[in-house]
């Protein structure tokens, strides 16, 4: 008799992961499905961000960065280093040490929680019936009264640059260079391009950036865009815009690109390239034909804003559907659907999911940016705070950025957090509590900030909306 199961969740990435453990909590026998090997040939828990995306990248990201500023910004401090040197090797082998450590605490808290791991690629039949397939080939079917699908996204390959696992490379095989590449070519220049490419011009590579579309980050506020495109440009990412990549040709171990640009036919040569132009959604192989789900023209699975399917009591979350292809909002989406399973009027606020690149100077932002609003008619203020004017960051050496709030010039109601500069990150999550509050610039501006931190950037910024800012001349008020 196959086993019953009140959740079936296909796939333990950030959607998956925390919707069984959430499930398990709220009661519910569940079953989490999952077909990934990591690099010991074992199943390994925790998807594309634990293994191959979000963790493993901010390890190489914080282990370069100390490179470079022992390299470049010791000697302000005053600290001679001799013989500073670099072992690619052991930094690798330091992230493949976090990303065991992290994807077997998962397998714990699937313990912990009584969430049954099912090893095995997962499919979706009629009637909420899934058919496992173990990883020696046998097959089980289970039976469900609620089946998550949380089975994530890849790299997309594009035809000129087909990856060969040596030269040409997407997001996975950049994180595991053995040796720094002397002339490293990026093609796209997103999150993820940005991020690998920093990586590897610490450490002394000579990276090109391809990216086909003219406008860079157009996502990010534009005044946050122009400080990232100068700053990463002075770090040594020689970013192409409006380069379009046509053919590559492989000679030994170098790869020739071609591009086009708006002066024509271009071609560059490169030790290695890393393809990251984009994510798609998984879905091979992953709903039989008489399943009932329904997906849309570009290959997500259709849900609703509470990510239900077409079929009742089968739900999708995470990269694997609409909206940014980002871990916590994969996992926060998972939450979602459980507790709505158990009856909970959860639901997300997908106004307020916060976006960061990991470069440094870290750039995020939550709510909506400066050109947007403007394209929407609405009347705003915007209160800029410069790092360069923080006591914070000049005691830190890490003065570049700052911070931006924008407020409804009607209501005061704050629209937009946009921060480049030093722990971008955490002071954007700080104005996201505000918004999820429904804070004024003047709220924010009334709160006490420590002092000497990085926080009190928000508080002068908020200040600034309304033309109140203490450490920095005010915009004169029309
Ligand atoms: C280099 C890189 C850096 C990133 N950095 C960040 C970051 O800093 N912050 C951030 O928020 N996001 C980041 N992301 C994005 C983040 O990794 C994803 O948004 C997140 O992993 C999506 O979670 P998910 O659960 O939807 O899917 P995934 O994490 O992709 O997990 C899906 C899982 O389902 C499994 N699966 C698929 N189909 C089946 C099946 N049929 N049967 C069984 N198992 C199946 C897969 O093996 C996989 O383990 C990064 C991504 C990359 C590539």
Redesign the pocket.
């Known amino acids: 008799m196959s086993q019953k199961f009140d959740i079936v969740v ?7 992961y925390v919707a069984a453990i959430r499930a398990a909590q709220m009661g519910f026998k569940t079953a989490c ?4 090997q990591g690099k010991e040939g074992k199943t390994s828990l925790g ?3 634990l293994n ?3 963790i493993p ?2 390890a190489l990201l914080d282990s370069t960065w100390k490179y470079h500023e022992a390299e470049e910004s010791f000697k302000i401090h005053g600290i001679a280093v001799k013989g500073l040197a670099m072992d690619v090797k052991t930094m690798i082998a330091r992230k493949d040490t976090i990303v065991k450590n992290l994807t077997g605490g998962i397998g714990m808290l699937f313990k912990a929680n009584g969430v049954t791991l099912l090893e ?4 979706l039949l009629a009637n909420k019936q899934v058919e496992v397939t173990g990883l020696d080939g046998k097959v089980e079917t289970v039976a469900a009264e609620n089946v998550i699908i ?4 890849r ?1 997309i390959e594009i035809p000129p640059t087909p990856l060969n696992g040596d030269t040409i490379v997407d ?1 996975t095989g950049a ?1 595991d260079f053995i040796e720094v590449p002397k002339r490293l070519g990026v093609i796209g220049a997103g ?2 391009g940005l ?2 490419g920093s990586v590897w011009a610490r450490l002394g590579s000579e990276v090109t950036v391809l990216e086909a579309m003219d406008k860079f980050l157009p996502a990010v506020d534009e005044q946050v865009a122009k400080e990232a495109q100068k700053v990463l440009t002075k770090q040594g990412l020689n970013i192409k815009l409006g380069a379009r990549v046509t053919g590559s040709s492989t000679k030994g171990k170098t790869v020739t690109v071609e591009y086009t640009d708006t002066e024509g036919e271009q071609k560059i040569t490169f030790d290695k390239v890393i393809v990251a132009v984009g ?1 798609r959604p ?1 879905t091979t ?2 709903l039989a034909a008489d399943s009932g789900v329904n997906m849309d023209e570009r290959g997500f699975i259709f849900v609703d804003d509470y990510c239900t399917t077409s079929v009742p009591g089968v739900y999708a ?4 559907v609409r909206g940014p ?6 996992s926060e989406e998972g939450i979602m659907v459980v507790e709505r399973i158990a009856g909970h009027k959860a639901q997300m606020s997908y106004d307020l999911i916060p976006g ?1 690149i ?1 470069t440094h100077p870290e750039i995020a932002w939550v709510g909506k940016n400066e050109q947007t609003l403007k394209a929407e008619g609405i009347e705003i203020n915007v209160g800029v705070f410069p790092f360069a004017a923080s006591g914070r960051a000049m005691a830190a050496n890490d003065t570049t950025g700052f911070v931006k709030i924008i407020a409804d010039a009607k209501t005061d109601r704050i629209l937009g957090g946009h921060v480049i500069g030093p722990s971008a990150a955490e002071l954007v999550q700080q104005i996201a509590i505000a918004m999820e509050f429904g804070s004024s610039a003047e709220d924010v501006g009334m709160m006490i900030f420590s002092h000497p931190t990085v926080s009190e950037a928000v508080h002068e910024a908020a200040l600034a909306v309304n033309g109140h800012a203490i450490h920095v001349a005010n915009r004169k008020k029309r």
């Open positions: 296909i796939g333990a990435g950030p959607g998956g499905i999952e077909k990934y998807g594309t961000c191959v995306g979000c990248s901010k095995g690629h997962g499919k949380a089975s994530g996204s790299p997001s994180l999150v993820i991020e690998l994510r998984v192989d992953l979350i995470g990269d694997v292809m980002l871990a916590h909002k994969a960061v990991y």
